[in-house]
T-cell receptor, first 113, second 112 residues
Framework: KAGVTQTPRYLIKTRGQQVTLSCSPISGHRSVSWYQQTPGQGLQFLFE???????NKGNFPGRFSGRQFSNSRSEMNVSTLELGDSALYLCASTRTGENSPLHFGNGTRLTVT | QKEVEQDPGPLGVPEGAIVSLNCTYS??????FMWYRQYSRKGPELLMYTYSSGNKEDGRFTAQVDKSSKYISLFIRDSQPSDSATYLCAMSADTGGFKTIFGAGTRLFVKA
């Protein structure tokens, strides 16, 4: 069974640009969550989607947005990039119901210069 | 105070040692407890998943949850150099991975 797939693996962008990251969940998983990981802050929750609807949002500015498509694939977008947005962005998927922990992809490493 | 506290280490042990990794938490609503292992340049990989208090064993790994003390542990027996990684504890109040909160992660080095 294929795992969570994130593309691209690496990105280098300039301040002020925008970026779109993609995530394909495990087959049959309908919930997708996004996390930002930095050495100083650890894993911080960005948002969660289920059935194309954002169910929860973390404490991030409006420059961070996301969406989910009918096939459960998800994208997140960061506009007007800042140096502090440099991080590993992780996508995780889960089944709904009991005994459903998060399963992560290998992330997209974003560097903002 | 963070909801989940975890010593970032680094923790260095000789090969074959028993490793003990721990997390404390403040939210008594947490019911689901997880341990993830993360290698460099990789995403976190689920190691253990437990519900409520008690112990769970899987090979060389044992997870313990003490809800009365708000304390969880991961024990690694017969540690190997391949166990060298960052170990993240995680917990949530609801099933389905909803709003899972992570510890900072402990960097473990197992020396051959």
């Amino acid at each position: 069974k294929a795992g969570v797939t994130q593309t691209p693996r690496y990105l280098i962008k300039t301040r002020g640009q925008q970026v779109t990251l993609s995530c394909s969940p495990i087959s049959g998983h309908r919930s997708v969550s996004w996390y930002q990981q930095t050495p100083g802050q650890g894993l911080q929750f960005l948002f969660e989607y289920f059935s194309e609807t954002q169910r929860n949002k973390g404490n991030f500015p409006g420059r961070f947005s996301g969406r989910q498509f009918s096939n459960s694939r998800s994208e997140m977008n960061v506009s007007t990039l800042e140096l502090g947005d440099s991080a590993l962005y992780l996508c995780a998927s889960t089944r709904t119901g009991e005994n459903s922990p998060l399963h992560f992809g290998n992330g997209t490493r974003l560097t903002v210069t | 105070q963070k909801e989940v506290e975890q010593d970032p280490g680094p923790l260095g042990v000789p090969e074959g040692a028993i490793v003990s990794l721990n997390c404390t938490y403040s939210n008594s609503a947490f019911q689901y407890f997880m341990w993830y292992r993360q290698y460099s340049r990789k995403g976190p990989e689920l190691l253990m998943y437990t519900y409520s208090s008690g112990n769970k064993e899987d090979g060389r790994f044992t997870a313990q949850v003490d809800k009365s003390s708000k304390y969880i542990s991961l024990f690694i027996r017969d540690s190997q150099p391949s166990d060298s990684a960052t170990y993240l504890c995680a917990m949530s109040a609801d099933t389905g991975g909803f709003k899972t909160i992570f510890g900072a992660g402990t960097r473990l080095f197992v020396k051959a």
